[in-house]
């Protein structure tokens, strides 16, 4: 093994601007109900560290709706709920700490824009996603989902339709998507709804890749965006590695290697990336 490893980090990690609001959001929340439970149904964040210090704090995770009592506080995630959720909160009178990405909630308007138009929704992305299914609740009737180009193709030509874009999918697919749907759609609409913040983080992930032996890309497993940086790594034939801790880094990863690549999903907290550096380091010094 070479020591000394050498670390190159992009200069776009931790939180993105709209987790940093929703833990912002929440943190007011625990303190206007110290001593009382939140409850939130999911993940609000894709972040299995995050979640657990949640946890600590008095953040419960529930099924529904349905197991949160009148008087209570619910939290809707960062990536948005079907509205229905949030008039039945108000129905029972439960507290809401809404923590959606501000855009997402773009996002949620375009959709019902789309909707008074009376349009055809499409909606690309990935139709199991919590952004997609909170997205599909706006659109007023059932939206028309795609994630691939293939899918497009399979589709009926219409007449109008507007379209908007899960925020985290690839800027590259969804413009392969559109050119499709631009000839096979008379009236088509197209609201640009990636979010720009993490087109930045992909360039800069990409930029540090090509100049490393090996590239650590640090996130949840669930999170969407954190595993395309590490599927785009793969797809341009570098070497990368997906982690979620500095626990699962093994020093026989290091044989040959001299310059490491660091970057994280949206919704990796700044203390775990400062553990997955410490652990490198230890690495570096014990070669």
């Known amino acids: 093994m070479k020591c000394k490893i050498e670390i190159l980090e992009s200069p776009y990690t931790g939180y993105c601007f709209g987790v ?18 939140v409850y939130a149904a999911g993940d609000i964040i894709h972040n299995p560290q995050a979640i657990e210090q949640l946890r ?17 506080t619910f939290v809707i995630r960062a990536h948005g709920v079907h509205p229905d959720i949030i008039s039945r909160a108000r129905d029972k009178n439960i507290e809401i700490i809404d923590t959606t990405c501000p855009f997402v909630k773009r996002s949620q308007e375009y959709v019902k824009k789309l909707s008074r138009e009376n349009r055809e929704i499409i909606i690309i992305g ?91 890309v640090v996130g949840g497993k669930g999170s969407s965006n954190t595993r395309r940086l590490h599927y785009m790594c793969l ?29 994280t999903g949206t919704s990796t907290p700044d203390w775990v990336l400062t553990e997955v550096k410490d652990r490198l380091r230890e690495i570096s010094e014990d070669c």
């Open 20 to 37: 940093k609001r929703a833990m912002s959001l929440l943190e007011e929340g625990l303190n206007r109900n110290r001593g009382k439970s």
């Open 56 to 72: 600590f704090r008095g953040v419960e995770s529930v099924d529904s709706l349905n197991d949160v009592k009148e008087g209570e």
């Open 126 to 216: 990935d139709r199991d996603h919590p952004e997609v299914k909170g997205l599909s609740g706006h659109a007023g009737r059932k939206p028309l989902i795609i994630g691939s180009l293939d899918e497009t193709r399979a589709l009926p030509k219409l007449k109008k339709a507007g379209v908007v874009t899960q925020t985290t999918f690839s800027a590259k697919e969804s413009e392969r998507i559109v050119s499709e749907f631009k000839s096979r759609i008379e009236d088509l609409k197209v609201f640009n709804t990636i979010c720009k913040a993490t087109v930045k983080r992909r360039k800069a992930t990409m930029n540090i890749a090509e100049q490393v032996d090996l590239m650590l």
């Open 235 to 263: 797809d341009n034939n570098i070497l990368s590695k997906h982690i979620e801790t500095a626990d699962e880094i093994e020093e026989s990863w290091f044989s040959d290697i001299r310059r490491v690549g660091l970057t």
